[in-house]
């Protein structure tokens, strides 16, 4: 079985580069591929000095920036095409985890033949340990999600609604979940582009909960595993990609209108609520930000 690392860049090539150098020795994976989404700055010349570090290097350059999704999908079809991969680890640049980690993965992918995707746990460099495997939740109670007052507040309120129960997960080693966070999760090549990878309509945001909804779909599921972790810092590569938080929250908002459209065929009723929601949110950052000068 061999492993593919993909790792895609941005206008970061210091931090893919970190990357690369931190994993290529790694026994675990047989290839990084490192997919520049064609960066605007001279990242592409300054990924070149990677290909000296290891001949498991290979670097890959994207015609046009299409987001997140058309870069990993990218990374993943030539892994499996031209390189042979059975396994592709997707890693964001700003990931830290070990070669043990990327070795628990793969065995339980190979353990478990309805598996088709697996993550260990996230840790956040404030706030620790992160639960970043959950369930679908549907319209409403991803709605909730997209607002950042409402995802602090309401949703650990009704965490038992939303999400898993506390108990699902304890005195377990993995779990099956709906989806994991796409910052670091392994992926069975074959399943993945089978069921169609990530969906290129989708440019930032939502990329986790289409694709639980492909992999289900074609009867695949997707495990957490509890004793393996790696850390993220988070929303590094997305801010450095869109700067501004107001673009961001539009940016999530028409990511979350897609997904509700395409994927759970929300009717113009539930529409409307959502445009309206979103408004709101949109006017609570500006107002925050503006008049009340907080940091979003």
Same mark, same amino acid.
């Given at each position: ?7 895609? %860049?941005? %206008?970061?090539s210091?931090t ?9 020795? =790694?026994?675990?994976?047989?290839f ?5 989404n064609?960066?605007s700055?001279n990242?592409?010349?300054?990924l070149?000095?990677?290909? *000296?570090l ?5 670097l890959l ?7 997140? *999704?058309?870069? %990993?999908?990218? *990374?993943i ?9 059975d396994?592709?680890l ?17 065995? /339980? ?5 309805e598996?088709?995707?697996a ?6 460099p ?5 639960? %970043?495997?959950?369930? /679908?939740?549907?319209? &409403? ?10 995802r602090r ?13 506390e108990?699902?997960?304890e005195? @377990?080693?993995?779990? &099956?979940v709906d ?5 670091? /999760?392994m992926v069975?090549?074959?399943?993945? /582009? ?5 969906d290129?309509n989708?440019f930032?945001?939502?990329e ?9 779909a074609?009867?695949w @599921?997707t ?6 972790? =790696?850390?993220?810092e988070?929303?590094v590569s997305?801010? @450095? ?10 940016l ?7 997904y509700?459209?395409?994927?759970l065929?929300?009717n113009?009723?539930?529409? &409307? ?7 709101v949110?949109?006017?609570?950052? &500006? ?5 009340l000068k907080m940091?979003?």
């Amino acid at each position: 079985m061999k492993t593919s690392c993909v790792i895609v %860049n941005y %206008n970061d090539s210091r931090t893919a580069g970190e990357q690369v150098r931190r994993i290529c020795e =790694y026994p675990s994976l047989d290839f990084i591929v490192v997919v520049d989404n064609a960066s605007s700055d001279n990242s592409w010349e300054r990924l070149q000095e990677l290909r *000296g570090l290891s001949d498991k290097v290979v670097l890959l350059h994207s015609g046009q920036n299409g987001g997140y *999704g058309a870069g %990993n999908n990218l *990374g993943i079809r030539y892994s499996r095409e031209s390189l042979g991969a059975d396994y592709v680890l997707i890693a964001n640049p700003d990931t830290v985890f070990s070669n043990t980690c990327v070795k628990n993965l793969q065995i /339980l992918l190979e353990s478990h033949g309805e598996a088709a995707a697996a993550a260990p746990v996230m840790v956040d460099p404030v706030f620790g340990k992160q639960r %970043n495997g959950w369930k /679908l939740p549907g319209f &409403w109670g991803d709605l909730i999600k997209t607002g950042p007052v409402c995802r602090r507040t309401l949703c650990r309120l009704l965490a038992g609604r939303l999400d898993y129960p506390e108990e699902y997960f304890e005195g @377990k080693k993995a779990v &099956w979940v709906d989806a994991v966070h796409g910052s670091l /999760l392994m992926v069975d090549a074959a399943r993945f /582009l089978q069921c169609g990878g990530y969906d290129e309509n989708v440019f930032l945001y939502n990329e986790e909960e289409i694709l639980a909804c492909r992999l289900k779909a074609a009867g695949w @599921k997707t495990a957490l595993l509890l004793k393996q972790t =790696y850390r993220h810092e988070h929303s590094v590569s997305i801010s @450095k990609s869109v700067k501004s938080v107001l673009e961001r929250q539009r940016l999530r908002h028409k990511s979350a209108m897609y997904y509700y459209k395409e994927y759970l065929h929300i009717n113009k009723g539930e529409e &409307w609520a959502a445009r309206c929601f979103f408004a709101v949110i949109l006017g609570e950052i &500006w107002f925050c930000r503006k008049v009340l000068k907080m940091e979003w």
